[in-house]
């Protein structure tokens, strides 16, 4: 993609009018024509073995250059930040994945989503009259039912992670249960993982073919494919299961459970939102990409962001195709944007989750 035609449109420092960017200039021609309810979805393609071995070079040193001088280049102060940290709030999945979990947990969670700033932030910010939330509330199965009960009516997205959730290592039938089990339930969106020892071993046509059933599954669920990327060991790996994944339909292709020892990485990213626009110059069609785990703060956020705009374009910085997984990360955000109105850092407690 040419960096000349996205900075002619865009200012290095704020998100601008909300128009799109130029995509690549090479669209196949089979490129679908728009919705008027959003993008049109991912229907896959058959699986195809050269061109995944044409996207196998990956050089690890290049993409980290890369990652540095977006994140040294670009600063982003005052007024713009504050709107970017907006932006970031607007394309987050709010999630809880713990042991501890509870119904009256998710309920307040889900109550965060709704209102996620305090009405002094709100009205110092001047977005009284906007909704700025979360996309998504995240949770596991069992909390499906009490989230959409919670949510009615907000327009917020209920995601459940399924399929053995975060290693999924069981029988695929018991996987595909899960799935239609949180679609029953009210789910609209589905985070799914691979069984890392599908890619390890190369079995892609197996790994094809259980994506395409939790495809299936789905319904008209969107589907993130979760390819726990912090247990692929390299680079190729990941661009390779990324390709994999979005040939069998995947709406969202997403790095991490948050469960691993190392979870999104910027150069990781990086190596997947280019198999993204590899896809896209392929098939036409727009696939979302969700880094998750470990994003925990304001600054990472904005470099996430950065790196979305820089590589594929505005297009990707809504939420229909870029979110973060996050259970703190709205904490540090809050707190940078009463910084901004009142120039004082607040406690966490000032900020509360669920």
């Known amino acids: 993609m040419s960096s000349t035609g996205r900075?002619?449109?865009?200012?290095?420092?704020?998100?601008?009018?909300?128009?799109?960017t130029p995509l690549p200039a090479?669209?196949?021609?089979?490129?679908?024509?728009?919705?008027?309810?959003?993008?049109a979805r991912n229907p896959g393609?058959?699986?195809d073995l050269g061109f995944m071995e044409s996207m196998r070079s990956v050089n690890r040193s290049a993409l980290e250059r890369r990652v540095a001088s977006l994140t040294k280049r670009r600063s982003?102060?005052?007024?713009?930040?504050?709107?970017?940290?907006?932006?970031?709030?607007a394309c987050m999945d709010l999630t809880t994945l713990n042991s501890n979990d509870t119904d009256e947990r998710v309920r307040r969670l889900c109550a965060k989503a709704v209102n996620p700033f305090r009405?002094?932030?709100v009205e110092g910010l001047g977005i009284s009259g906007e909704k700025i939330r979360p996309a998504a509330v995240c949770v596991y199965h069992p909390f499906v039912a009490t989230a959409v009960d919670a949510l009615r009516g907000s327009g917020i997205h209920v995601a459940a992670v399924s399929t053995a959730f975060p290693h999924g290592l069981t029988p695929l039938s018991t996987r595909l249960q899960e799935i239609e089990a949180s679609v029953s339930d009210g789910a609209d969106e589905i985070d799914v993982v691979i069984p890392r020892g599908l890619v390890f071993a190369a079995k892609w046509q197996e790994l094809y073919n259980e994506i395409v059933a939790m495809r299936a599954a789905c319904g008209e669920a969107h589907l993130k494919v979760i390819l726990g990327t912090g247990d692929?060991?390299?680079l190729r790996n990941v661009m390779l299961a990324s390709m994999v994944a979005m040939m069998a339909g995947a709406d969202f292709i997403k790095t991490s459970t948050g469960k691993e020892s190392v979870n999104a990485t910027l150069p990781v990213g990086l190596a997947m939102v280019r198999a993204i626009r590899a896809y896209f110059e392929e098939t036409g069609y727009l696939i979302g990409f969700k880094p998750a785990g470990g994003i925990s703060t304001a600054k990472a956020s904005l470099d996430?962001?950065?790196?979305?705009?820089?590589?594929?374009g505005r297009r990707w910085l809504e939420p229909d195709l870029f979110r973060f997984g996050a259970s703190s990360l709205?904490?540090?955000i809050e707190r940078q944007l009463e910084h901004h109105l009142t120039g004082h850092y607040s406690a966490n407690h000032r900020h509360a989750m669920a």
């Open 304 to 312: 996430w962001l950065v790196l979305m705009k820089e590589e594929l």
């Open 45 to 47: 393609m058959k699986l």
């Open 26 to 39: 090479r669209a196949a021609a089979n490129a679908p024509a728009p919705q008027a309810h959003g993008i």
């Open 7 to 20: 900075e002619a449109e865009l200012s290095a420092d704020r998100l601008g009018p909300s128009k799109i």
């Open 232 to 234: 692929l060991a390299t």
């Open 330 to 332: 709205l904490t540090d």
């Open 119 to 121: 009405r002094d932030i």
């Open 76 to 89: 982003i102060k005052a007024d713009n930040q504050a709107a970017w940290l907006l932006r970031a709030v």
